[in-house]
């Protein structure tokens, strides 16, 4: 075993020089040292690569669709100016609408794109530039509450917009000056983005008439994007924690992050010994089906790029990986490529058993035409001296403004060589008001045998079609923001051709402009018996009313009550949730279900999650997480408190850490009370 971890590592470390032809991600924004001329037209190499920032759009035309209306956002920057370019598409361009020629002129009747900016130094105004395809100015500040503006505030800043065969584009170079930044220093902004498509009124969304289309008072902690005088190229971040644990022996660990920026599109991250102890643990939940629920990674080191590994059949599940020993991983973007490659050498699985193990994956995701994508992943698991895994293809084809086609095949191989295939195909139509989507997968009846060591497949033995229907049939009509229809109807055979499943679904839901929504929603399910899950036919049912507010921020309530039967007992179950942000300092998270089976059942639930944030300081902050979970096989009451001082700057971090009954995702604790200090440097 020792000889293998060092045949493992130096194998890493002599392949660190091949990583260093690669580029990396680091921040949405490109440094550049190039001429911007600001004539509207993003030709310049520069803004081909810049990565995509659209997803610090604060508003898109139709949130979720695949929307025509789409626009791409670029970041630039250099010593002394921040450029912004914005690619605006629009099946219509003979519909885009610019009569205003003037400066400081109200743009919001034309078709228009916004920045707001947080200045670090100035807490009370953000900053705000807007324009139309004619590239005229407009600027001022403005406060929290979107109610007071300066709006002869004038910055110096330059526009141009131009038409386009795709709709239209505009860039923008604002002079760093204008914030009191020092060019010289490393420079932290909050951006958030937003465009106005002048023929569509679920675009223009602002309350007051002095809120250039932002809006300020609810959005809470925009995103911030780091801005630096010099890339550094390579972070050491070494860490050391004692720990001590009741009724057991206390021991000290140490461990080791190296993140490399070989540039500012491509990145790579070799661990060794990283601190998985330390990682907030997973939320309980009720569990109303006979399957295992997905839970999300919250672990950094495999959770940065855990994005491009979604896929509807899921070859990789990070969580399927205990603690590791060390590994190394690249992501990037190059070209219309996106990219990642991992390999890690994992520790003995204290839950499964399983002994140290090597995991692999690789993907790759090649866009193609404007929504258009093509990938590949292959994932594998080396244990004593057997490999199990998977290999696939998946594709997108945006085929005309409103038709899609979406596709995957994937072989498995291991323990199982036959029946380990699978695929599927889903063509969906979507246009502003309409969604429909019919796919059929294939499952072989060994493939999830075979993938579950590394990936995801809940239910294998499928020949499955699956239908959705939604519909938005109201919109800013009264006091009704949006209302909705959805349906759903899947139906499922085994290999042999018998039924094994249908699920009928329906809701409807309501946002009103007060920020209330209702929802509700019905549930028919039949799961047939096989001996194994399922003792005898069952018929599932469930009714959900559901009453949210201002479901869309961080600061929300819900509250719902369902009742049904699941598996032979008939149920009542309350849910609510709240996340309410007190301060900038303080922000409180609270999650709550509980479920009553009528009768004798040893199923009734309770689950309850509550988490604090509180930062006493710049320098000086905790988080208290506390959940209960009743279940009588699973029994647990897990409490964690961290409590996190920086000593020195810039990155000198000391921890205290606290857990008692923590463990596995609905698995009753076996382990006692432990206690962590723990000390961390960024070199």
Not at 135 to 144: A, E, Q, S
Not at 180 to 204: H, T
Not at 394 to 411: I, V
Request: with cysteine; glycine share 8%; charged share 25%.
């Amino acid at each position: 075993m020792k000889r293998s971890r060092i045949v493992f590592f130096a194998l890493f470390l002599f392949t660190l020089p091949v990583f260093g032809q690669l580029e990396f991600i680091t921040s949405l924004a490109l440094k550049i040292s190039e001429p911007i001329e600001i004539d509207g037209n993003l030709s310049e190499s520069a803004w081909g690569r810049a990565l995509d920032a659209s997803e610090l759009l604060q508003f898109k035309t139709e949130e979720g669709s695949r929307d025509p209306l789409n626009t791409v956002v670029k970041i630039l920057y250099d010593n002394n100016f921040i450029y912004f370019g914005f690619q605006c598409f629009d099946p219509e361009p003979d519909q885009i609408v610019a009569r205003i020629t003037e400066k400081d002129r109200d743009l919001r009747n034309d078709d228009s794109v916004y920045v707001l900016m947080e200045v670090k130094e100035d807490k009370e105004h953000f900053y705000y530039l807007g324009t139309n395809p004619n590239g005229v100015l407009l600027d001022g500040r403005i406060t929290m509450d979107g109610q007071r503006a300066d709006v002869g505030w004038d910055g110096v800043w330059r526009t141009a917009g131009m038409r386009t065969d795709y709709g239209w584009s505009v860039e923008m170079a604002a002079d760093l000056s204008m914030f009191n930044y020092d060019p010289k220093e490393n420079i932290s902004m909050g951006l958030s983005f937003s465009r106005i498509v002048a023929r569509s009124p679920q675009s223009i969304f602002w309350e007051g008439p002095l809120d250039p289309a932002f809006k300020i008072s609810l959005l809470g902690e925009i995103d911030e994007i780091d801005f630096l005088k010099e890339i550094k190229r390579l972070k050491i971040t070494p860490h050391v924690f004692a720990a001590a644990e009741t009724e057991a022996d206390s021991w000290i660990e140490w461990g080791l992050d190296m993140p490399w920026a070989l540039s500012q599109t491509v990145s790579a991250h070799l661990a060794l010994n990283p601190d998985f102890a330390t990682v907030e643990p997973d939320e309980e939940r009720i569990n109303l089906t006979r399957f295992e629920l997905f839970l999300p990674e919250k672990r950094d080191y495999f959770g940065g790029s855990s994005a491009i590994y979604d896929q509807p059949i899921r070859l990789f599940y990070s969580k399927r990986i205990p603690d590791i020993y060390g590994g190394i991983n690249i992501n990037g973007r190059s070209r219309g490529l996106e990219f990642s490659a991992m390999n890690v050498y994992a520790r003995e699985d204290d839950y499964t058993g399983d002994d140290p193990a090597n995991f692999s994956v690789l993907r790759l995701r090649k866009k193609m035409m404007k929504s258009s994508f093509v990938g590949i992943l292959a994932a594998n698991r080396l244990i004593n001296g057997e490999n199990t895994g998977t290999a696939g293809i998946d594709t997108s084809f945006q085929l005309t403004r409103n038709l899609s086609l979406a596709g995957q095949f994937a072989a498995s191989y291991g323990e199982h060589s036959r029946e380990n295939l699978a695929f599927f195909l889903r063509p969906s139509y979507d246009s502003d008001n309409l969604h429909f989507h019919l796919g059929y997968f294939h499952l072989g009846e060994n493939f999830g045998d075979n993938v579950n060591t590394i990936g995801f497949i809940p239910d294998d033995n499928r020949r499955e079609i699956d239908s959705g229907l939604g519909i938005t049939f109201l919109r800013n009509k009264g006091s009704i923001s949006k209302a909705s229809y959805l349906s759903n109807y899947n139906v499922y055979w085994g290999m042999d051709g018998i039924r094994r499943s249908w699920q009928i679904d329906q809701g409807i839901s309501f946002d009103f402009k007060n920020k209330f929504s209702i929802q509700a929603h019905h549930t028919e399910e039949f799961k047939a018996w096989d001996g194994v899950l399922f003792e005898e036919d069952f018929r599932n049912n469930l009714t959900k009313l559901m009453v949210g507010f201002n479901m869309q921020e961080y600061d929300f309530a819900s509250f719902a009550y369902s009742r049904g039967r699941n598996f032979g007992w008939k149920f009542d179950m309350l849910e609510v949730g709240k996340n309410l942000r007190f301060s900038k300092n303080v922000a409180v998270e609270f999650d709550m279900a509980r479920i009553f089976f009528y009768g004798t059942s040893p199923r009734n639930q309770f689950v309850m999650m509550l988490k604090g944030y509180f930062n006493f300081s710049e320098d000086f902050y905790s988080k208290v997480l506390y959940q209960i979970n009743n279940l009588t096989d699973v029994e647990k009451s897990n409490l964690e408190f961290i409590l996190t001082y920086r000593i020195f700057r810039p990155a000198a971090f000391v921890h205290f850490i606290y857990q008692t009954g923590r463990s596995r995702f609905n698995v009753r604790p076996t382990e006692g009370s432990k206690v962590f200090l723990k000390f961390n440097y960024t070199f």
